[in-house]
């Protein structure tokens, strides 16, 4: 995480997000998945193909790829459908001044109890407790003689998929594929974590001009090394003044 | 003359020739670096440190950030939309230097009409107009935050002070003064061994100097886990920030 100025002194702090050997996986179309728009499973960093079974690897060998770390789905229109196997994704595909939400796993805790799990507040700890300050006291009431589904315990807590919805994206490094996300992200450092266009009703219509259906790397256009949103104060500029 | 054992003629042997130190050339090879560049002991990935360097790099090469350690006394301007000629001047003596890559920041404390002030700027903000040093001096310790609990003439500059003269490029000076503190309680139990100031003149009973050496911790300088050897890295780091600033 880094700390990110804007024009008027601001300061934000900032997630590094790196694109790392993404490719496309395989086309699943609407009729054969059964949902209400086509998928595309798209895997991410590259790893070794010697852990897996057979069966396993035969994604990767039908798009010619090598083995990805991790394969997730994402809903697709059919207007957007990129051929597998053959184009890399870059961190190009996202734009800045874009809002964003990212998907990962969040830092497992173990199993632990209902005061770090829940935020319970527990018991006193002195005037006459006895062996009682981090429990979950009455669990239920009388009249309903069980206890209800979904009751907050104890257990095993973390290492469960979460999202941050709506971050800004203040900044893209195209030679090191870097997305500079705003705020923070779940996960621990170096984990892998899902970006996708935001699906917040506010910024539905941000996307300006994106790069439809991705951005391809031997095409016409020829970015600089760093795209910065608007408002980001970059370091070549002199300090800032209010007039 | 010099007859050789051979009877051949004594091949003619040119004087040594004299070696010029250029004290020039002895005076560029005083390194500083600056220490918010060194990356901390961590998993985060190698990548991540060189781009944060590239945008510190490419800061200073628009804004100039002197060399400068705890204890010097510097002035800060700093872009203010609240103030009247929307800039605000600070004089204060740096206690401490934290943070690393874009967030470094630095303590700078001072007394103002009785009142003790202490502001902390971060180095690469963009509404830092100008930093500049007025007294150079490093003292025996890298944190003085026990200035707090010293009599205040230790912690008061003039505002207006003009910026001593700096003779040679040579060694920063190191001021051995011993500061007298206010009667206790202190914010923190500096005489433990653990904050290990030798800038205080303790004036406590020696019962209570050998009470507090009961907290010393002998081991802590033999565990191995905790060396972190950063001089390659400073070495590498410093050879790569040098080059492009000369650019």
Redesign the interface.
Known sequence: M??I?TKS?K?HAVT?L?VQDCHVLRYISKEESGGKTSKLLVGGKNASPFYKSESAMEIFKEAGVPRKQKVSTFNVTDDAIIKPGSTPLYAAHFRPGQFVDVTAKTIGKGFQGVMKRWGFKGQPASHGQTKTHRRPGAISTNKAAKVYRGKKMPGKMGNIYRTSFGLKVWRI?TV?N?IYVNGSVPGH??CLVKVKDSKLPTYKDCNKNPPFPTFFADGDEKLPEDLYDEEV?Q????????? | CRSSGDGKPAKFQPPPKPVIIDKQKQREERRFLSPEFIPPRGRTDPLKFYIERKDMIQRRKVFNIPEFYVGHVLAVTTADPYANEKTNRFVGICIQRGGKGLGATFVLRNVIEDQGVEICYELYNPRIQAIEVLKLEKRLDDNLMYLRDALPEYSTFDVNMKPVSRLDHEEVPVNKLQVRMKPKPWSKRWERPKYNIKGIKFELPEKKMKEAQKWSQPWLEFDMLREYDTSKLEDKIWHEVSEELKK
């Open positions: 880094m700390p100025w002194g300061k590094l790196k490094n090191h870097i450092t170096n104060f370091f070549t500029d002199p300090s800032v003044t209010y007039a």
